[in-house]
């Protein structure tokens, strides 16, 4: 029996959790904890569309795919201009190969056809069949079979510290010690005043919302404070576009859009991964125009499928994605309630918004001689994706964005998953992962699972070093 209640006590049941109270198990432990703040386990992850990022697996060599070792960590350091945390996240993405194995040794299944996260050079996403909801039952499942303790409807109130080492957590008013406190209780996106303070880009009152769980309010930047850890990674993480017609999560926009800047202008292939639109976005004062006519959302019969198939994204654990908040219904209604513009003409719709008629005619007279050429010598979008913006009426929908999927503010930890101290030293006995971490997230969203496979990876790294250190002192 150890000298403490628990040998290591996780806080947050996501992906990060999970897979940390796993690792810690695998070195040596049987007094394993998980706090709960919610009725049911999972966090965001449950929520998620369970792509996770990986370089190196079984299943990406089984599919004949070459990802040498390096290659995922050079990628997301250049995308990233390396203003992030080289050594933790060359750790991690090593290791994010062998972190998908893991996974299947536990219970989650992969779809044998990888897909595209983003813009890398080979195919990284790993598709889980039954997405984020079935890789939390995995990973719980397994919790259980190794005899995870499993605390639902416990908020932990502060951290339990004595000599500058954390001991434990507090909860429901009752003092739980241990010898090691990983940290992951998700980000802050439930909370709209650290949104306002630590993701000011992504918050605009009325329009930003959040698609993870309520229980994302940025708990571990209160235990950040009472322990001295340093915090970074401001206005980092990830937004989406959204035209503020409805709470509807749409991370892509179709293939027959044409996306404008403030000034008329356009300035990326619209079907570009949503961590690129972010970026691009956010070069251009957070704020651009999705413009289409009516054949997008009336087609002819002889073009109906071409419409139709509007996504570059196939995803083998995702139906085809379709538009949702630019279909015919919702468009005609937010046009009556004057959320979005229409016009017979392009002059016309240039007017409503506010832009030079030049620019507008312009750039759409552009687009369509791309489109009658059949390539996009511009910007790069395939020609499958190119149709005329030439039936009226025409349409310009004012998008911002502000649907939070991610938050990048929050510890600082090394590449052990260790909290490091305002003072430059690791906090003893304290670690994080996932979500509530700082300094992964860069200024650009690599792709799809890229979060999911920083909560399992670092889970993974931080339990394991909890674990040695617990048995270490058992």
Not at 18 to 44: H, M
Not at 277 to 292: E, M, S
Not at 388 to 402: K, L, N, Q, W
Not at 429 to 448: D, F
Request: aromatic share 8%; proline share 4%.
């Amino acid at each position: 029996m150890s000298a403490t209640d628990f040998e290591v006590i996780v806080i947050g049941s996501g992906a990060a959790g999970l897979s940390a109270a796993l690792s810690a198990v695998e070195q040596g432990c049987r007094e394993v904890l998980v706090v709960e703040s919610e009725g049911v386990v999972g966090g965001s992850s449950r929520l998620a569309g369970g792509v996770i990022m990986g370089s190196g697996s079984r299943l990406q060599r089984a599919a004949g795919i070459d990802d040498p070792p390096g290659a995922m960590f050079r990628e997301y350091m250049a995308l990233n201009a390396w203003d992030v945390a080289v050594g933790p996240v060359e750790r991690w993405a090593a290791r994010s190969g062998e972190t998908i194995d893991w996974l299947v040794e536990h219970g989650v299944k992969f779809f044998d056809r990888l897909i595209y996260s983003g813009e890398e050079r080979v195919p990284r996403g790993h598709c889980v069949d039954g997405g984020g909801q079935a890789l939390i039952n995995a990973l719980h499942s397994s919790c259980r079979r190794q005899g995870v303790q499993v605390a639902l409807g416990r908020r932990v109130e502060r951290l339990l510290i004595e000599d500058g080492t954390v001991r434990g957590v507090v909860s429901g008013g009752e003092s739980l010690t241990a010898a090691a406190v990983v940290v992951a209780t998700g980000g802050f996106g439930a909370n709209p005043q650290l949104l306002a303070e630590h993701y000011p880009s992504a918050w605009i009152p009325g329009w930003t919302w959040y698609i993870g769980a309520d229980g994302a309010r940025g708990d571990a930047l209160k235990f950040a404070a009472e322990v001295g850890a340093q915090t970074t990674g401001k206005d980092r993480g990830l937004r989406t576009l959204d035209p503020g017609l409805a709470k509807l999560n749409e991370a892509f926009l179709p293939g027959w859009t044409v996306l404008l800047d403030a000034d008329g202008r356009r300035f990326c292939d619209e079907t570009a991964p949503y961590g690129l639109l972010d970026t691009l976005v956010r070069a251009r004062g957070d704020r651009a125009y999705v413009v289409f006519d009516d054949a997008a959302l009336r087609p002819p019969a002889d073009k109906a499928e071409k419409y139709r198939d509007a996504y570059k994204q196939v995803w083998p654990n995702h139906a085809p994605f379709k538009p949702k908040n630019y279909t015919a219904d919702m468009i005609d209604e937010a046009v009556k309630n004057g959320k979005v513009h229409a016009a017979d003409d392009i002059a016309a719709l240039a007017e409503k918004l506010g832009l030079p008629a030049e620019h507008l005619c312009g750039e759409i007279d552009r687009y369509n001689s791309l489109v009658e050429a059949g390539v996009d010598s511009d910007f790069g979008k395939a020609g499958k994706f190119l149709v005329p913006i030439s039936t009226p009426p025409f349409y310009a929908v004012d998008v911002r964005p502000v649907t939070v999927n991610h938050t990048g503010y929050g510890l600082r930890i090394d590449e052990y998953g260790r909290v490091i101290g305002r003072n430059g030293r690791v906090i003893e006995g304290l670690y994080a992962a996932g979500e509530c971490t700082g300094g992964i997230a860069g200024v650009t969203y690599m792709g799809s699972g890229s979060s999911l496979a920083s909560a399992c990876g670092f889970g993974r790294i931080a339990g394991e070093d909890a674990g040695r250190r617990a048995r270490k002192a058992a």
